[in-house]
């Protein structure tokens, strides 16, 4: 969607939106930009459009989550290991067996956000406790 001589410029632009603290100012820095690339790039803007209610959900939790929630690296490391086990037994005998070992994963993966290294502290899931609009045009859900 972008020509490759503006790559750079448009990635500073987009990961700017990060950066901020609030989530009316990461809502007005997402406006900022597409308004800025509106005329250069019509094609991204479009694409930014139908995904800012996916991209800009994070800003709907509580600011000490937004580090762990806006990229889905775990996930991706998560199904990497998923894999990277499947490879070394090659051949599953049939379907209840791959979905062992793929249980047998996440449950380790469970333990071990639990209880070794926790995602996400205690303190900051008390904070979860009210219902909330991911879509941060949309006004706050009571609850």
């Known amino acids: 969607m972008i020509p490759k001589a503006h790559p750079e410029m448009v990635s500073a632009a987009f990961w700017s939106i990060f950066a901020l603290g609030d989530p009316g ?15 250069r790039f019509p094609k991204a803007v479009a694409l930014m459009a139908s995904a800012r209610t996916d991209v800009l959900a994070f800003a ?31 051949i599953f005998p049939n379907d209840a067996a791959a979905l062992r070992l793929i249980g047998a994963v996440l449950a380790d993966q469970h333990d071990e956000w639990a209880i070794a290294r926790r995602y996400l502290s205690e303190t900051s899931i008390a904070q ?6 991911t879509d941060p045009a949309q006004p706050e859900i009571e609850g």
């Not at 100012?25 to 005329?39: G, N, Q, Y």
């Not at 979860?128 to 609009?133: E, G, N, V, W, Y």
């Open 25 to 39: 100012e990461v809502t007005a820095r997402w406006d900022e930009v597409t308004d800025t690339l509106e005329t």
């Open 128 to 133: 979860l406790d009210q219902t909330r609009a």
């Open 60 to 90: 709907a939790f509580p600011r000490a989550h937004w580090r762990k929630i806006w990229s889905n690296n775990p996930l991706e490391r998560l199904n990497k290991e998923v894999k990277r086990r499947s490879n070394v037994v090659g």
